[in-house]
C-alpha cells in the first residue's frame, strides 16, 4: 500500500500563490489533484502522465495552475497562482498503482492523501 502525503495548503489571499507537494512512498503512475469544496462534490483540477508528464487540467484553471513531478524523490507539485475565494478547498493528492490511460475522474485512483486545506481570502 503506498501512501501519499500532501503538504504546502494554507491561508493566502486572494492573487496570491501556493505550492502544494505531495510524496508516495512507493512506486506510482498517474497522479492528480483533486479539491473539494464544503457542500460540493470532489472535483478535478489537474493531472500528469505516467509516460510522458503530459499535464491535463480542469477548465477553471485557466492557465494558473501548473502540475508538475519530480521523480527522483517521488512528489508531485501543484503551483497555483492567482488564487481566487473560490479556490478555497481540501486539495486532495491522488495516484494510481498501473500504468492506465490519465484520467480526470477520482473512480480511476487508487490512492489517496489525507488531503490539505487551502483557504484563499478575498
Known amino acids: 500500500q503506498v501512501q501519499l502525503v500532501e503538504s504546502g495548503g494554507g491561508l493566502v489571499q486572494a492573487g496570491g500563490s501556493l505550492r502544494l507537494s505531495c510524496v508516495a512512498s512507493?512506486?506510482?503512475?498517474?497522479m492528480a489533484w483533486f479539491r473539494q469544496a464544503p457542500g460540493k462534490e470532489r472535483e478535478f483540477v489537474a493531472a500528469?502522465?505516467?509516460?510522458?508528464?503530459?499535464?491535463y487540467y480542469a477548465d477553471f484553471v485557466k492557465g494558473r495552475f501548473t502540475i508538475s513531478r519530480d521523480g527522483a524523490e517521488s512528489t508531485t507539485y501543484l503551483q497555483m497562482s492567482s488564487l481566487e475565494p473560490e479556490d478555497t478547498a481540501v486539495y486532495y493528492c491522488?495516484?494510481?498503482?498501473?500504468?492506465?490511460?490519465?484520467?480526470?475522474?477520482?473512480?480511476?485512483?487508487?490512492?489517496w492523501g489525507q488531503g490539505t486545506q487551502v483557504t484563499v481570502s478575498s
Open positions: 512507493g512506486r506510482t503512475y498517474a
Open positions: 500528469i502522465s505516467w509516460s510522458d508528464d503530459y499535464p
Open positions: 491522488a495516484a494510481c498503482k498501473l500504468p492506465v490511460p490519465t484520467s480526470q475522474s477520482h473512480w480511476d485512483y487508487d490512492y
